[in-house]
Structures are given as C-alpha cells and as structure tokens.
C-alpha cells in the first residue's frame, strides 16, 4: 500500500472524551451561566477600578451568597415538586426577630441554633398544610403567609431595632474560615452539594422530579405526593432558618424591613440557574451558578455606584429573561 493510499485508510483522529464533555457543557445551560459569570464579573471589575476583589467586598460578597444560596435550594426543591414559596422573606425577617430575641436575652448558642430551625420548619409546615389540607394554590397560600408573617415582625419589635444581638454569629459565620472561605460560604456549598447528590443519586430525589412532571402520574405509581409536598415547604422553611442565623451573623441587628425583598433574590436566582417554574426539571448546579450571578448584580449595582432601586429592577429582569429562555432552550428546532 502507498503511503497516501495508507493516510487515507487511517480512520480521522476524534476528540478527547474529555474536549467532548467539556463542549457538552459550554453549549449546555450551566456552561452558558458560567461564561456569563465570568464576563459579568470582569465588566464590573473594570468599571468599579478593581473594587470587586478587594478583600472586604469579597468577604461581603461571599456572606451574601451564602445567606441566597441555602433558601435558594430549598427553593429549587419546592419548585421542582412544581409548587412555589414567596413567603421567605418575610419568613427570613420573622425568624431573625424571634431568634435574636432568644440571643439578646442571653440564651446560649445551643438553645437559639435548634431554635431558628425550629421556627423555620414550623413556618414551613404552616405553608404546607395551608397548601395540601386547604388545597389553596402555592402561590395564593405564600402570598397570605408572607402578609401575616411580616405583621407578626413589626408585633414582634414594635416600632425598634433590635441590636443588643451579641457579635457570636459574626465570629462563627464570618469572621471563622477555612482557606478563603466564610464558614457561612462553606455551609452554603456542603448543603448545596448534599443535595446535589440527594436529587441525582437517591430514589427520593428522583420522585421529587416525577412530582414535577406530573404529579398524577406520580399519584397512580404508588408515591406519597402529600409527604414530598410537606417536606418540600419544611425543608425551605430550615433553610430560611438556617438563613436567618447567618444574616445575624454578617449584621447582628433586626428591623422591620429585615427580608424585604429577598424572595425576589432567591426565585431569580433559581429560574435563572434553569428550574423551570412548572416544575420537574433543573439542577443544584444551575442555582448555584444563578446564585453567583444574582449576587454579582447586587454587588454590581453598590460597587458602580447605581441608585438601589435598580437592582430590584435588574432581578425582575433576570426572572422574566430566564423564563423566556427556558421556554425557547426546549423548544424544538423549526418550531414556530
């Protein structure tokens, strides 16, 4: 044989596996998010003069995205069994004022900590029954709740701030690291990965997307919707709990406002990290990423010196753009 006749009967040379996953996951969505990141934070480090690495933003930056990250998947949950929660912020504020009472009155870490989780999941259970016995859709029962939960705020301070809260929090939470991270940042990733694993490898995570995608169907296999639906709503109402001690832990004070807002935070940051509002389908790793960008937005807006109410606009944004994305990413090809 000629060696051009060789060449040409040499099969062509194919990628790596490893150049396959990786243009796999560039064109998917997280590889989307994470070059949006990437770029994001490279145009606010240019316009703010390299004010976003400094080390008292980054330190803020990484608190911040803890205190989002931890509701935010139990968000992603809640969503994925196709129900909703808009009660956390409020829910945030109202377990920050009981909590910090606990605190400021001089009870011991070991009593307020249960205490905090305690009250998240009661008020989570409160969103469930109302949900599941009421039969009241998701978004009706947690606009209600996060009414009465906010009422019960200003009932709970009156008209002052809290701020005898002793600097504990701030110590355990902020000051501690391990590396470069806040142990905030370092719980938020541990909870973030758990049930990362929970929803890919565990038989109850995969019922959580069957849930989703048709809870009839689900029903008729034989799996408890009603338990599922109740876990989901106690399991965001910890992590709302768990929340609460940290944003303690970055500013030891309670107003009445403390919360406001925050669940427009954490839904934009889940839908944008690609969890579809119907329900059944999205990913930990994609909230995380949504996370990262939503609080890159934030930080973005007091770092180039934008007026705050923008960035509420700017979140608003993110969540109509996401959904719209969604909608066009499964669409198929030529359809109109």
Same mark, same amino acid.
């Given at each position: 044989?000629?060696?051009?006749?060789?060449?040409?009967?040499?099969?062509?040379?194919?990628?790596?596996?490893?150049?396959?996953?990786?243009?796999?996951?560039?064109?998917?969505?997280?590889?989307?998010?994470?070059?949006?990141?990437?770029?994001?934070?490279?145009?606010?480090?240019?316009?703010?003069?390299?004010?976003?690495?400094?080390?008292?933003?980054?330190?803020?930056?990484?608190?911040?995205?803890?205190?989002?990250?931890?509701?935010?998947?139990?968000?992603?949950?809640?969503?994925?069994?196709?129900?909703?929660?808009?009660?956390?912020?409020?829910?945030?504020?109202?377990?920050?004022?009981?909590?910090?009472?606990? =605190?400021?009155?001089?009870?011991?870490?070991?009593?307020?900590?249960?205490?905090?989780? =305690?009250?998240?999941?009661?008020?989570?259970?409160?969103?469930?029954?109302?949900?599941?016995?009421?039969?009241?859709?998701?978004?009706?029962?947690?606009?209600?709740?996060?009414?009465?939960?906010?009422?019960?705020?200003?009932?709970?301070?009156?008209?002052?701030?809290?701020?005898?809260?002793?600097?504990?929090?701030?110590?355990?939470?902020?000051?501690?690291?391990?590396?470069?991270?806040?142990?905030?940042?370092?719980?938020?990733?541990?909870?973030?990965?758990?049930?990362?694993?929970? =929803?890919?490898?565990?038989?109850?995570?995969?019922?959580?997307?069957?849930?989703?995608?048709?809870?009839?169907?689900?029903?008729?296999?034989?799996?408890?919707?009603?338990?599922?639906?109740?876990?989901?709503?106690?399991?965001?109402?910890?992590?709302?709990?768990?929340?609460?001690?940290?944003?303690?832990?970055?500013?030891?004070?309670?107003?009445?406002?403390?919360?406001?807002?925050?669940?427009?935070?954490?839904?934009?940051?889940?839908?944008?990290?690609?969890?579809? =509002?119907?329900?059944?389908?999205?990913?930990?790793?994609?909230?995380?990423?949504?996370?990262?960008?939503?609080?890159?937005?934030?930080?973005?807006?007091?770092?180039?010196?934008?007026?705050?109410?923008?960035?509420?606009?700017?979140?608003?944004?993110?969540?109509?753009?996401?959904?719209?994305?969604?909608?066009?990413?499964?669409?198929?090809?030529?359809?109109?």
């Amino acid at each position: 044989m000629t060696p051009i006749a060789a060449d040409r009967a040499r099969p062509a040379a194919r990628p790596a596996p490893t150049a396959i996953a990786l243009a796999r996951f560039l064109s998917g969505r997280e590889g989307v998010l994470l070059v949006t990141l990437v770029l994001l934070g490279l145009a606010i480090d240019l316009g703010s003069h390299g004010a976003l690495f400094y080390p008292a933003n980054v330190t803020n930056f990484l608190v911040n995205f803890a205190i989002t990250a931890i509701p935010a998947t139990g968000m992603t949950i809640v969503i994925l069994t196709g129900g909703i929660d808009v009660s956390t912020g409020s829910m945030l504020g109202l377990i920050a004022a009981l909590g910090g009472k606990l =605190l400021a009155a001089g009870w011991g870490l070991a009593v307020a900590v249960p205490a905090f989780l =305690l009250l998240g999941a009661f008020f989570g259970l409160v969103n469930a029954v109302i949900i599941i016995e009421g039969a009241v859709p998701p978004i009706v029962a947690t606009l209600g709740t996060l009414s009465i939960y906010r009422m019960l705020v200003f009932i709970a301070l009156g008209s002052t701030w809290l701020t005898d809260i002793p600097p504990i929090l701030t110590k355990i939470f902020v000051t501690t690291r391990l590396g470069p991270l806040p142990m905030a940042t370092l719980l938020a990733l541990l909870v973030m990965a758990g049930f990362a694993a929970f =929803l890919r490898f565990f038989r109850a995570g995969r019922h959580i997307y069957a849930l989703g995608n048709n809870e009839e169907a689900a029903r008729l296999a034989g799996l408890d919707v009603r338990r599922i639906k109740r876990g989901s709503y106690v399991l965001i109402g910890v992590f709302t709990g768990l929340a609460a001690l940290l944003t303690l832990g970055q500013s030891p004070l309670v107003q009445t406002s403390t919360g406001s807002g925050f669940v427009l935070t954490v839904i934009a940051a889940v839908v944008l990290g690609g969890t579809e =509002l119907a329900g059944g389908k999205g990913t930990i790793l994609g909230t995380l990423l949504g996370t990262l960008i939503v609080q890159l937005v934030e930080d973005g807006v007091v770092l180039l010196h934008i007026q705050p109410f923008w960035s509420g606009v700017l979140l608003g944004f993110i969540i109509l753009a996401s959904v719209g994305l969604s909608h066009a990413w499964r669409r198929p090809a030529g359809a109109a």
